[in-house]
């Protein structure tokens, strides 16, 4: 099984900062990595696709890079709604896999 | 709009069974492939199993700890899709969501609000 790592588990930062999450895979994915963004009580969502394609509708201040077995979330400036969990999950092979996920919280 | 609409959670004592249901509506269900992910309380996300659609052979695929014990099944006449799941264990308690399947690299594009499945003597 692809074993899924994220870092850092959490993350503490200000509204307008730029916010890195790294995930890395236990072998080469390609760029079958995609990330979710889940609040409180609600079901996860689609952020990224294909390590890099944004899904329709998601805000432009996310994005995502890599290829192979290290790959980045990027929030270029922290809003308010954007605190929650974010998890990454690679569709490579099955059994379909996600990282712990990563809290984004208030400082 | 597409959505998915989970039921059939509930209660249930270790080694009973029970059945979800998926509801789906907004996209070409029988071309869809769909899968079940669930998420035990304060925990991450565990991928559950999939089922391709009829057209890919309606294979399924499962996760290790629900292999021989859980079953998807879709019924694309009622554009619903199922978890049959038996021999439960504590350790399946967990909000359970149905997701569909997206192309080109598999994300889980659309989720279901989730229903809840508690196990416990």
């Known amino acids: 099984d692809i074993q899924m790592s994220q870092s850092p588990s959490s993350l503490s930062a200000s509204v307008g900062d730029r916010v890195t999450i790294t995930c890395r895979a236990s072998q080469s994915i390609s760029n079958y990595l995609n990330w979710y963004q889940q609040k409180p009580g609600k079901a996860p969502k689609l952020l990224i696709y294909?390590?890099?394609s944004l899904q329709s509708g998601v805000p432009s201040r996310f994005s995502g890079s890599g290829s192979g077995t290290d790959f980045t979330l990027s929030i270029s400036s922290l809003q308010p709604e954007d605190f929650a969990v974010y998890y990454c999950q690679q569709s490579y092979s099955v059994p379909w896999t996600f990282g712990q996920g990563t809290k984004v919280e208030i400082k | 709009e597409v959505q998915l609409v989970e039921s059939g959670g509930g209660s249930v004592e270790p080694g009973g069974s029970l059945r979800l249901s998926c509801e789906a509506s907004g996209f070409s269900f029988s071309h869809a492939w769909m899968s079940w992910v669930r998420q035990a309380p304060g925990k991450g996300l565990e991928w559950v199993g999939r089922i391709k659609s009829k057209t890919d052979r309606g294979t399924t695929d499962y996760a290790a700890p629900v292999k021989g014990r859980f079953t998807i099944s879709r019924d694309d006449s009622r554009n619903t899709l199922y978890l049959q799941m038996n021999s439960l264990k504590i350790e399946d308690t967990a909000m359970y969501y149905c997701?569909?399947?997206?192309?080109?690299?598999?994300?889980?594009?659309?989720w279901g609000q989730g229903t809840l499945v508690t196990v416990s003597s």
């Open positions: 294909a390590a890099s």
């Open positions: 997701t569909w399947v997206g192309p080109t690299s598999y994300p889980f594009d659309y």
